[in-house]
């Protein structure tokens, strides 16, 4: 197949196009990215039940928790953990009662009470009564410790000793036997508040590597103690936040920005579940848990309206000033995406109205924001940011106006996005707005949407991009790789949401085919061919904890041990790692070849004069390319020998279509490097997207 080259720039390519949408499903934050791992660590975890414009909540401080005694013989005694994924352990607690193991009735009375908390925000504590040397409480931590060996693990909590005066040990226990293991005295605690709470912090050193572990705070002599916020971090978390092996992960995909911190968590399930950004600028201990939205994802008559998953709470670790720092290290620009009145149109009737003093609040929250992230340190939000460690504002240029948000005969989207251009815009004119076209683009609401803008379009910064999202199956992909091609210039895009689904469902790794993956990358070259006209583009989810996922396909699979990238992540890093500056002339043969099984878009990169041909080939059969460059590209370039030039290849395929990765065989579809001579061709093999690198 013959590939011609003009020399004649197309559109320019805005820099950092390819970027990460960021939203806690999955077990994305809590139990993921946020390297906390402790499970419920404050004692204020939620369940949540119910069904769309029904859902409820009730106190269940207990979960993940229960009592522990060392056995009187060699070794330790193991708690009674079923560990499984995503499985539901412990039982429900109310406030005052006892936990209890079937032998620790006379050794451990664990209570979760109230009455003199840590923190306002989190006013449950638990209350524990040992009657024997060794006996505390022990955390089963999702689907089980895991220990890297020689790695150190910090460990913080709070505790008030009411009747005390040992010491307090902490260990990692499977089997019986002890992985990891440290004490600190009942008086080394620092930090003391007014009402006897004082910080304990240690390290542990892990023995050996394990998984399956759990977690234990002993008293080393009887007494009574009120205990909260009990916290474990590896020594290696990035910046004292990130799970490393998922930071370098993301890292690695060089994006471009970060939207977060969602989706549907920005608008909740109920208004009162909605994220609430001023909540997570304080100390971890002292930001409030919620429930997670997902929480109820699958809920229906068979189960009671009870999902596996009813116990997926938000402890806000992972908060905003974490999304910003996220963002610098990443460097990526922030895109956080702010609540409009309205809980999820999808499964909520709930909304205040605009001239509620609730949406006044919802304004005056979005000028905060700016000024949280861009403010002086002489300001009331730059003083905050600085006081938790940033003193130089985080460059906040971007801002999201609702989620999936629609216009109907009830919900007055319209007027609302108007009213938060115009108090944004008044604060800061700079800003640039991501608007939305609802959830899919095929009905008529998002149709009503694009109208709804283009209306505006005269009117400056009005709206920066629309966010639009597709969920489709692989063949839409390639059918549409020519979506953009008729859209108004006038107006800009912002692929926010998307992949192939070629099957869907809760924790399917399999879901993330080699199949979809190519698919997604036929699209993205129609994406980068129409670059004046997309400038935002983003995969979606981002992560998914294996037995804890309640939506397939996912980019990064990942356990309590180890982590992978799926085929769809590796085409999202090839396109973001191989971007050039502007689109080369195609000559129009592109869609000849797409009528082929062929896609490919061509771009130029200016710093090191090299061409960037990203192609797809969907067919069951090899393909040779052939190059030809331009007649004007021979005349400009006089070191270039048409029959002997270089090129180098990044190359994704595998030997079937359905071909994925997983936790036993994570490298099973990863891309190669390769190089060769054009004047031999360039072989593609079936089924097979690459990234081609010539430099003229």
Known sequence: MKLEIGKKAGVEIAPGMIGLFFEDINYAADGGLYAEMIENRSFEFLEAEGDARD???HYDGGYAWKPYVESEKEGCEETGYGLTSGGETGRKAAVGEELRNEDSDEAVTMRLV???????????????????????????????????????????????????????????????????????EASAGTEETYHFYRKYCLSITAQETITGGFFALCLEQPGTVEVDYVSMFPADAVAGIFRRDLFEKLQDLKPGFLRFPGGCVVEGDTFENRYRFKESLKEPWAR??????????????????????SHYNQTLGLGYYEYFLLCELLGARPLPVLNVGLACQYQSAELVSVDSPQFQELLKDAVDLIAFANGGTDTVWGGVRAKMGHPEPFGLTMLGIGNEQWETDRVDFFKRYCLFEEAIHAYDPSVRLIGSAGPDITSERYQRAWEFYHAHENQENFVYAVDEHYYVPPQWLYQHVD?????????????????????????????????????????????????????????????????????????????????????????????????????????????KAAREGIYYSLSYRKADRTILIKVVNSTDERKVLEIELAREWREDCAEWQANSTEYHMELLTSDQPGDYNCPEHPTRVVPVEGQGDLSEGIPLPARSFAVIEIGV
Request: proline share 3%; aromatic share 14%; charged share 20%.
């Open 55 to 57: 859902y409820f909540t």
């Open 114 to 184: 109230m009455g003199s908390s840590l923190t306002a925000e989190n006013p449950h504590y638990l209350r524990l009564i040992t009657r024997r040397p060794m006996c505390g409480v022990a955390n089963k931590a999702y689907d089980g410790v895991c220990l890297q060996k020689g790695m150190r693990y910090h460990i913080t909590f709070w505790a008030r000793c009411v009747h005390y005066e040992g010491a307090f040990a902490v260990r990692v226990i499977k089997g019986g036997s002890v992985y990891a293991s440290g004490r600190i």
């Open 288 to 309: 409030r848990n919620n429930w997670n939205r997902w929480a109820v994802h699958g809920n229906r008559e068979e189960n009671q309206y009870r999902s596996v998953y």
């Open 483 to 591: 979506f953009y091609d008729r859209y108004s210039r006038e107006v800009k895009v912002f692929s926010g949401e998307y992949a192939a689904h070629p099957v869907s469902g809760m924790n399917r790794p399999d879901a993330n085919t080699l199949e979809g993956a190519l698919a997604e990358a036929a699209f993205l070259t129609g994406v980068e061919r129409n670059a004046d006209v997309v400038v935002l583009a983003s995969y979606a989810p981002l992560f998914a904890r294996v037995g804890y996922a309640q939506w397939s396909p996912d980019m990064i699979w990942f356990d309590g041990a180890q982590s992978y990238g799926t085929p769809s992540y590796y085409v999202q890093r090839m396109f973001a790692r191989h971007m050039g500056d502007m689109t080369l002339d195609a000559r129009g043969r592109e869609k």
